[in-house]
């Protein structure tokens, strides 16, 4: 089935051959499926699915479109993927934290989709820090440092390195089907031994109630684990950006924070964390996994394993004493205020998100450079009690004019009322197969 009759197939919503999605992706990888014809079949998708069958053949054929690792090391080779949010730069701590607790962590990342960041554009804000490298480097850091935290080489699910930039473009980001096939087909293309996964709800989110959410869990737990890889899901609050700050410097200086100073310098993130890697390990085969891993951050080996993978990818040695010096500050920096007193009632992330990137903290269209510098600081969590005039957030913008307009845009986002609301629980629901 050429790629003109496999698009109308889906737009007619008939069922498909597995061959056809596996000689799509081939295609995708080749060359041989244009630009067109893939924002055409993304759309497709997006509008009609591919039902169950469909959609584990689409991984399966991102997944074979490359190499497929294996691993012969002495613990436990595990990963975690979020499905995007704001402020949500827990990659940049469980990674080292896992590798600092017994486990080996091949972490095959993406950039910013959308409104929400990207793991590979926070990492890129440090100085010389390169994450496109080849299979043999990755194999090196992995076995050296325990974690390496990096871009799908060109081997890796070729097909979806392709079809990823081109659905942030396209308005295609939020499908169900090719969430599920992009995140999987990477992971599975790992040699993984298990899998966890940080499924956002919430405004921040891709996925804004708990049945979509649900949904996504589902269709991904099921998919990973029927693949041979034991996956679990956490379905995670994002009524508000997880770390205080969103930009990817920012966001790299909060996790800089929190792994020399511990809890304190970001609860929400610390706790997810913790409770992310202490699901991951137990399905890696080692026990007392949430200890180990708030343990690993408390004591500084987490912290030793981030500079080390930092150094392995071409950022500097001595991070861990001159991180701050080594983030790049924005030119422009003042508080964005509240126009009125009263309580973070409510917090629109996806709109945050979209006046990050408005700043050049992301892509509009896929050739736009990323400005690591630009962003939101000190952002008041739900509950806050502001008064007027008093801080919403702190921003951080390359020109007089994107600062105006971000300020506007935050301000919109943020709802405040008489009375603080119950804060949600962190972790909404836990999603097996």
Request: net charge negative; hydrophobic share 45%; with cysteine.
């Amino acid at each position: 089935m050429e790629p003109r009759a496999l698009i109308a197939a889906i737009r007619r919503g008939e069922a498909l051959p597995e061959c056809a999605l596996a000689r799509f992706a081939a295609g995708l990888a080749s060359g041989a499926v244009s630009d067109a014809q893939a924002g055409a079949f993304a759309m497709a998708v997006m509008l009609k699915g591919l039902g169950e069958e469909g959609r584990v053949a689409l991984t399966a054929g991102f997944r074979d479109s490359g190499h497929v690792l294996a691993w012969d090391l002495p613990g436990p080779v595990i990963d975690k993927h979020s499905t995007g949010g704001v402020g949500d730069p827990v990659s940049l701590i469980l990674a080292p934290a896992l590798a600092a607790s017994g486990a080996y962590v091949p972490m095959i990342s993406g950039r910013g989709l959308g409104h929400t960041g990207g793991t590979l554009d926070k990492l890129e804000a440090v100085p010389g820090v390169a994450t496109q490298i080849d299979e043999w480097r990755l194999r090196e850091i992995t076995a050296q440092v325990g974690c390496a935290i990096v871009g799908a080489t060109g081997e890796i699910a070729p097909a979806d390195r392709r079809l990823y930039a081109i659905r942030d473009v396209t308005g295609t980001v939020e499908s169900v089907d090719l969430i599920t096939a992009s995140i999987l087909s990477k992971k599975l293309a790992a040699g993984l031994d298990a899998l966890v996964l940080d499924v956002k709800c919430g405004s921040g989110a891709f996925m804004k109630s708990a049945e979509d959410a649900r949904a996504l869990a589902r269709a991904l737990t099921g998919a990973g684990t029927g693949a041979g890889c034991p996956t679990e899901a956490l379905i995670t609050d994002m009524s508000q950006p997880l770390a205080p700050a969103m930009g990817n410097a920012l966001e790299v200086a909060v996790c800089m924070a929190l792994l020399t100073e511990g809890r304190p310098a970001a609860p929400r993130l610390h706790d997810l964390t913790v409770a992310l890697g202490g699901r991951a390990l137990r399905l890696g085969g080692i026990a007392d996994g949430e200890a180990l891993v708030a343990g690993a951050i408390a004591s500084g080996t987490a912290l030793e394993r981030f500079c080390a993978m930092l150094s392995a990818l071409g950022g500097p040695p001595d991070m861990a004493e001159d991180w701050r010096t080594h983030l790049g500050a924005a030119p422009i920096v003042g508080d964005v205020t509240a126009p009125e007193g009263g309580y973070v009632t409510a917090i629109d992330g996806e709109a945050l998100g979209h006046a990050v990137v408005a700043l050049g903290g992301g892509r509009q269209v896929e050739s736009d450079k990323v400005n690591p510098s630009v962003g939101l600081s000190e952002i008041a969590p739900l509950g806050t009690f502001v008064e007027k005039g008093a801080p919403l957030c702190l921003l951080h913008a390359a020109d007089e004019e994107g600062a105006f307009a971000a300020a506007q845009a935050v301000r919109a986002a943020i709802t405040l009322g008489e009375g603080p609301l119950p804060e949600a629980p962190l972790v909404l629901e836990e999603v097996t197969a």
